[in-house]
């Protein structure tokens, strides 16, 4: 909206449309401005939904304290009252959608009011005023009882009989039915198992103390303060670095998106929004992972013996054979962390009716960092030409990862080549 108003001051009233008008001398708080206000949201929301959709998403904005050259702002006001005068004018059974921002004007304590009235949908009403105002000499805000209002380039009229007719039509007519299926279909999310983290490490650094010790003699004085501090160090690493073992280890997880009504949907964008538990990681394979990477403080030493880790592995039974070689994702899934929580997010596909669509089994790790045996996951999608947005959640199970396994498949395996 910022964008928009920056424009308005630029352009002033050529910048008005269907979609858009400006004014810098309405107040909401009179009648006379009250019945401005209705009489945009009224002819903005009989617009057809392909004529709306060419701006602002098929949303129709009216801006007031703007003008060419400055946003002057109006005082603030308790929307509550404007609410109460738009009932006098409005359809009380179904109503248009509309709502108020405001965008403050710096150093002025003042703001930008701006109505937003909802993009107009296939089997919207038509909408006819539903009181008077007989506007005192400015036929702007003329309103009468019965009448349908229309929104042309750049001001509010009183609807023709074919404009009528289209509307009635678009009153008749529906959005076809929309059946989405969300599921998991590879990769389940899995979370470390807590007792066997602290174990391994613990071996891990036994095993390391050991090479530590040997060949020297004596009782070196002050080494096992040096040891509590090392140990210390490299747990903290070991806990760092334990989603970076997962992303090497775990598979992949895989999202189908089914459209499985008869319905073509255009230009999709789905949310899958996860727990604030829920932590994606970049798949990785086993040779992009090491010891050195995992825990730094043990393993960058210039005298450590990569063999000593590798056999005492193999005295473990740790060893497994080597991984085939596997491709990197060919599809650019987007997604993030945030404090909310995973995101994962596609946008710009198509699906046609009875189709489907999956990602790649490479492209992310999800970590779960609690001791569940599921999580839910909200998602939300929304298609080109359908203004409104499709929810639903899903249920995904929660499985135990060995710590062991995951080093056995990734660290330890490929010496075994």
């Known amino acids: 909206m910022e964008a928009v108003v920056a424009a308005a001051v630029e352009q002033g009233d050529a910048i008005e449309s269907h979609a858009l008008e400006i004014k810098s001398d309405v107040d909401p708080t009179t009648k006379p401005g009250a019945a401005k206000i209705a009489r945009f949201i009224l002819g903005a929301a009989n617009r057809l939904p392909a004529d709306a959709?060419?701006?602002?998403?098929?949303?129709?904005?009216?801006?007031?304290?703007?003008?060419?050259?400055?946003?002057?702002?109006?005082?603030?006001?308790?929307?509550?009252?404007?609410?109460?005068?738009?009932?006098?004018?409005?359809?009380?059974?179904?109503?248009?959608?509309?709502?108020?921002?405001?965008?403050?004007?710096?150093?002025?304590?003042?703001?930008?009011?701006?109505?937003?009235?909802?993009?107009?949908?296939?089997?919207?009403?038509?909408?006819?005023?539903?009181?008077?105002?007989?506007?005192?000499?400015?036929?702007?805000?003329?309103?009468e009882d019965g009448r349908v209002y229309y929104r042309e380039k750049g001001s509010?009229?009183?609807?023709?009989?074919?404009?009528?007719?289209?509307?009635?039509?678009?009153?008749?007519?529906?959005?076809?039915?929309?059946?989405?299926?969300?599921?998991?279909?590879?990769?389940?999310?899995?979370?470390?198992?807590?007792?066997?983290?602290?174990?391994?490490?613990?071996?891990?650094?036994?095993?390391?103390?050991?090479?530590?010790?040997?060949?020297?003699?004596?009782?070196?004085?002050?080494?096992?303060?040096?040891?509590?501090?090392?140990?210390?160090?490299?747990?903290?690493?070991?806990?760092?670095?334990?989603?970076?073992?997962?992303?090497?280890?775990?598979?992949?997880?895989?999202?189908?998106?089914?459209?499985?009504?008869?319905?073509?949907?255009?230009?999709?964008?789905?949310?899958?929004?996860?727990?604030?538990?829920?932590?994606?990681?970049?798949?990785?394979?086993?040779?992009?992972l090491s010891m050195k990477k995992l825990i730094p403080t043990l393993y960058e030493r210039r005298d450590y013996d990569a063999n000593s880790i590798t056999n005492w592995a193999a005295n473990q039974n740790w060893m497994m054979p080597p991984l085939p070689a596997v491709s990197h994702p060919s599809y650019p899934l987007v997604w993030g962390n945030d404090d909310d929580g995973l995101v994962l997010t596609v946008s710009g596909m198509d699906l046609r009716p009875d189709s489907s669509w999956t990602n790649d089994n490479d492209d992310l790790v999800i970590v779960v960092n609690e001791s569940v045996e599921s999580i839910d996951v909200d998602w939300q999608l929304t298609a080109k030409g359908h203004h409104k947005s499709y929810t639903g959640t899903l249920t995904l199970p929660v499985k135990k990862a060995s710590v062991r396994d995951a080093l056995a498949t990734t660290v330890f395996r490929r010496h075994t080549d």
Request: aromatic share 8%; charged share 30%.
């Open 156 to 288: 509010t009229r009183a609807a023709r009989s074919g404009e009528v007719k289209a509307l009635v039509r678009r009153a008749g007519r529906t959005l076809p039915a929309v059946d989405i299926r969300i599921e998991s279909v590879g990769g389940e999310l899995r979370r470390h198992v807590d007792e066997e983290v602290n174990q391994v490490f613990d071996l891990l650094f036994e095993q390391h103390v050991t090479d530590l010790r040997k060949g020297r003699a004596g009782t070196d004085e002050g080494l096992d303060d040096r040891l509590t501090r090392l140990r210390d160090a490299a747990y903290d690493e070991w806990m760092d670095n334990l989603d970076d073992l997962a992303a090497a280890a775990w598979p992949g997880v895989q999202f189908r998106i089914e459209n499985t009504a008869g319905t073509y949907l255009e230009d999709i964008e789905l949310h899958l929004m996860f727990p604030p538990t829920a932590v994606g990681v970049a798949k990785a394979y086993p040779d992009d």
């Open 53 to 143: 959709a060419g701006k602002f998403e098929g949303y129709a904005y009216l801006m007031l304290g703007v003008a060419e050259g400055e946003a002057t702002g109006i005082d603030m006001f308790d929307t509550k009252h404007l609410e109460d005068r738009m009932r006098r004018f409005l359809d009380p059974d179904s109503p248009p959608r509309w709502d108020v921002h405001w965008l403050p004007v710096d150093g002025r304590g003042k703001a930008v009011c701006v109505i937003s009235v909802a993009p107009p949908l296939e089997g919207d009403p038509l909408q006819v005023c539903h009181g008077d105002f007989q506007g005192e000499g400015n036929r702007s805000n003329l309103l």
